[in-house]
Structure formats: C-alpha cells, structure tokens
C-alpha cells in the first residue's frame, strides 16, 4: 500500500495570471496606475519612457497639458564673438523703398593749359608738371588732357601740353541720404580723375586756378572722388565721393577734372606724338537719395 500522506501542492496560480498584482485583490489598472516613488523624486531629470505610465493622470492626452518640457533658447549667431570674423552691418532700407535719381547736367564748365607759345619750350616733363600756374585759361571744355610731341626744333626736349578742367553742379534742394552716384556719359577717352577743387577763384578760370585742386606734394596727387575710367559710359563715385558730396547737399560743388595715367600719376609721356584725354562735357551727375 502506497503513502497516503501525499498533499498536492498548492500553486499560487493567481500569481502566473495575475504577474503584476502587488497585493491580493489589486487588479491591473491599479498597478497601472501607481507611480513609483522613484519617478516621483527624479521626473525632472529622468526620461519619462522608463516607466509603464509616470504620468499623474488618468489618460495619455491628459498628461500632454501637464507636461512642459524645457526648450531650449539658441541665440542668433553673432560673427563678432567669432575670432576673426567680420560683421557684416546689412543696409538698411524700407520694403518697397524706390530711390529718388536725379540727373544733374553741369552748370559751368571751364579749363586751365600750360601750351607752348610759337618757339617749342626747352622744358622737360617734372618741370612742365610742377608748374604753378597755366599760360591760358577760360572757356576750355571741361576736361583732363595730356599731349606730348618730338621737340623739334630745339634742343630734344618734347613739346608738352597739360590741360585742367573744372564743372560745376547745382545740388541746391536736394535732401535725404545718398545710396550712389556717378558721372553718366559722354565716354572719357582716357582716364581721368575727379577731384575737390581748393582755393577755386570761380567762373572763367585764371591761370592761377592750374593748381586749384586738393592735392599732396610733391606730385600732385590727393584723394580721388571718382574715376573716369576709358570707354566707361557710368562712372561711380567711391565712398570718399559720396560722403564728400553728401556733406554738400543743397549747394554748389566744383570738381577739377584731370587726366590719370600722365597728370595724376606723374607719369612722362615719353618720346613720340601722344596725347590723352578725359572729357566728360555734357556728362550728368546722376544722384540716388
């Protein structure tokens, strides 16, 4: 006869069905529902996703009205904390602005020339060139100019011409801020110059008006307000042009017109028949505001 004390066991079977039940009657919501002590001491630093449902309500939507995130603010990149870099400052104009352009035509014009006389000057070019005043002056177009020819007769020397012009503009009842400006039409010849006349007796010139341009020495150079460049119909005045002509709105400004590559930049014309010429007679000054 077998043992008859056997007992079968008693399996917790509720447990295998009921995995998650913590207490004896807890049914799934309620253990769906119970945050961990864990969550309650670090949801701001831990990831919500680590846990069944660390929210404080009863339904997803409703935990997306509690909960804020932090969004983090970028500041707008600023190129002058970069070593370095340069700002660039954005010009600053109204939507829809339309620019005012004015078109100027000058309202004297006038000239100062050494020339030769009717026996060929034995005179080289640093002494033509550094002359004080001119041997004509008046009604001259309005141009700079260069001419050299054989000095014959005579000792060898070259025949050399050097001319000066000067034009007036009117800008009285101009007002506001000029976005730019040039010199449009007829096309220079050759290069020229534009530059702020000094000591300017007026309209005709004399011959002392030669030199009656802003200008460093010894050669006669100084700051250049435009460049009259060959075959260029639209000439811009630099930075240095459009503040000197915006501090000379609502008056009359004068411009000395010389020739560049020989005038300017005291350069000899060197042997052979050669002239050089910018003339900008009948040009307009053309003016953006």
Same mark, same amino acid.
């Given at each position: 006869?077998?043992?008859?004390?056997?007992?079968?066991?008693?399996?917790?079977?509720?447990?295998?069905?009921?995995?998650?039940?913590?207490?004896?009657?807890?049914?799934?919501? %309620?253990? #769906?529902?119970?945050?961990?002590?864990?969550?309650?001491?670090?949801?701001?630093?831990?990831?919500?996703?680590? $846990? #069944?449902?660390?929210?404080?309500? %009863?339904?997803?939507?409703?935990?997306?009205?509690?909960?804020?995130?932090?969004?983090?603010?970028?500041?707008?990149?600023?190129?002058?904390?970069?070593?370095?870099?340069?700002?660039?400052?954005?010009?600053?104009?109204?939507?829809?602005?339309?620019?005012?352009?004015?078109?100027?035509?000058?309202?004297?014009?006038?000239?100062?020339?050494?020339?030769?006389?009717?026996? $060929?000057?034995?005179?080289?070019?640093?002494?033509?060139?550094?002359?004080?005043?001119?041997?004509?002056?008046?009604?001259?177009?309005?141009?700079?100019?260069?001419?050299?020819?054989?000095?014959?007769?005579?000792?060898?020397?070259?025949?050399? $011409?050097?001319?000066?012009?000067?034009?007036?503009? %009117?800008?009285?009842?101009?007002?506001?801020?000029?976005?730019?400006? #040039?010199?449009?039409?007829?096309?220079?010849?050759?290069?020229?110059?534009?530059?702020?006349?000094?000591?300017?007796?007026?309209?005709?010139?004399?011959?002392?008006?030669?030199?009656? $341009?802003?200008?460093?020495?010894?050669?006669?150079?100084?700051?250049?307000?435009? /460049?009259?460049?060959?075959?260029?119909?639209?000439? /811009?005045?630099? #930075?240095?042009?459009?503040?000197?002509?915006?501090?000379?709105?609502?008056?009359?400004?004068?411009?000395?017109?010389?020739?560049?590559?020989? %005038?300017?930049?005291?350069?000899?014309?060197?042997?052979?028949?050669?002239?050089?010429?910018?003339?900008?007679?009948?040009?307009?000054?053309?003016?953006?505001?």
């Amino acid at each position: 006869m077998g043992r008859t004390n056997i007992k079968t066991p008693t399996r917790g079977s509720e447990y295998f069905i009921r995995p998650y039940a913590r207490g004896k009657n807890d049914t799934y919501m %309620d253990v #769906s529902q119970q945050v961990t002590q864990a969550y309650v001491d670090t949801q701001v630093i831990m990831p919500h996703s680590i $846990f #069944s449902r660390p929210y404080l309500a %009863d339904a997803y939507p409703e935990m997306e009205y509690v909960y804020k995130p932090t969004i983090p603010v970028i500041p707008p990149f600023d190129p002058a904390t970069v070593p370095g870099a340069t700002p660039v400052v954005p010009e600053v104009q109204l939507p829809g602005y339309v620019p005012t352009v004015w078109s100027l035509t000058d309202t004297n014009n006038t000239g100062c020339s050494y020339e030769p006389g009717d026996v $060929f000057p034995t005179e080289d070019w640093d002494t033509v060139h550094d002359r004080a005043t001119s041997t004509r002056a008046g009604s001259y177009d309005p141009a700079g100019f260069v001419f050299s020819s054989p000095g014959t007769p005579g000792p060898g020397l070259p025949w050399i $011409f050097i001319r000066r012009g000067f034009i007036e503009y %009117d800008l009285s009842g101009l007002t506001g801020t000029i976005l730019n400006a #040039s010199i449009w039409g007829p096309t220079p010849t050759d290069n020229g110059v534009l530059q702020e006349t000094l000591n300017f007796t007026g309209f005709p010139a004399v011959v002392a008006d030669y030199r009656h $341009f802003k200008a460093s020495s010894p050669f006669y150079k100084g700051e250049i307000l435009c /460049e009259l460049v060959k075959g260029s119909f639209d000439n /811009e005045f630099n #930075s240095a042009g459009i503040a000197w002509l915006q501090a000379r709105l609502g008056s009359k400004i004068v411009f000395c017109i010389r020739e560049k590559d020989h %005038d300017y930049d005291d350069i000899d014309p060197a042997s052979g028949a050669t002239s050089y010429e910018a003339n900008i007679s009948n040009a307009e000054l053309r003016i953006s505001i």
